[in-house]
């Protein structure tokens, strides 16, 4: 998929739950193509410590609006000041990078996508497009408390939602892989993104269970293009960049279960 380098325009720029922000962007001329699970390098301007771009996942196309959206967790001074960003700011990205989510073959296949902190942020897209293709997605998202859960009515606009949280503020005490949900109900697909001891406890059930799933990784990146190496997973097949062979791999490439 061609790769474009875009100034984006920044539309708003919402504070979420603790240290999280929404950025909705556009631009001038239609978005180019993009897969759910691919994510953009984010140049940061304007930070005399930051010298890298920032690897951050597409969230959320709106196609009818020419918007763009990513959420932005503040953990550096890189983030912080891509979370400073206000309306009318620009914002240059290289988008789309890497590769997505392996769609289902019909609708008809019963997917659940597990998502956990920041790690639902490609979910979104992902079930956006699942319903676009007549699917109805099941969501199961995890946070410490009510107040760390992230983008819940949009969410629910897509499809079913189901929540943890580690207080039981919200939904079912607990983590993602002890809800009800996982015993109630059959899947065919799973796909997760979110802490890797989340993502390994929920490639543990699907295997255990003989279902599919892919897992979104968030190793750490600097170049996205595959020169720096700094994004190297081990696999089955071997070493492999994140940035260019994943973000998304099914999770039997993966060593986290053997």
């Avoid at 199961?140 to 107040?147: T, V």
Wanted: hydrophobic share 40%; net charge neutral; glycine share 10%.
């Amino acid at each position: 998929m061609k790769k474009h380098v875009l100034n984006l325009t920044v539309l708003s720029a919402e504070k979420m739950a603790g240290k999280y922000v929404l950025l909705r962007l556009t631009c001038d001329e239609p978005l180019p193509e993009m897969l759910p699970g691919q994510f953009a390098e984010l140049r940061v301007d304007g930070s005399p410590t930051t010298f890298l771009r920032r690897p951050i996942s597409i969230n959320y196309v709106d196609r009818e609006c020419n918007e763009l959206w990513f959420l932005i967790a503040e953990v550096g001074d890189g983030t912080r000041r891509l979370a400073s960003l206000r309306r009318g700011d620009f914002l240059n990205c290289v988008i789309p990078l890497g590769n997505g989510f392996t769609m289902p073959a019909s609708a008809s296949e019963r997917t659940l996508l597990v998502g956990g902190g920041v790690g639902v942020a490609p979910l979104l897209y992902l079930g956006e497009c699942l319903r676009q293709m007549g699917s109805t997605p099941t969501f199961l998202l995890g946070a410490r408390s009510a107040a760390d859960l992230l983008e819940l009515e949009q969410f629910k606009r897509i499809g079913r939602v189901f929540v943890t949280t580690e207080d039981g503020s919200a939904g079912e005490k607990g983590f993602v892989t002890a809800h009800s949900i996982l015993r109630d109900e059959q899947f065919d697909r799973i796909y997760t993104c979110g802490p890797k001891p989340m993502m390994v406890a929920v490639g543990k059930f699907a295997v255990s269970n003989d279902i599919w799933c892919e897992v979104s990784l968030e190793n750490k990146m600097a170049c996205g293009l595959g020169a720096c190496l700094c994004c190297v997973e081990k696999t089955t097949e071997g070493n492999v960049c994140v940035c260019t062979e994943g973000p998304v791999l099914n999770i039997l490439k993966l060593l986290w279960l053997h």
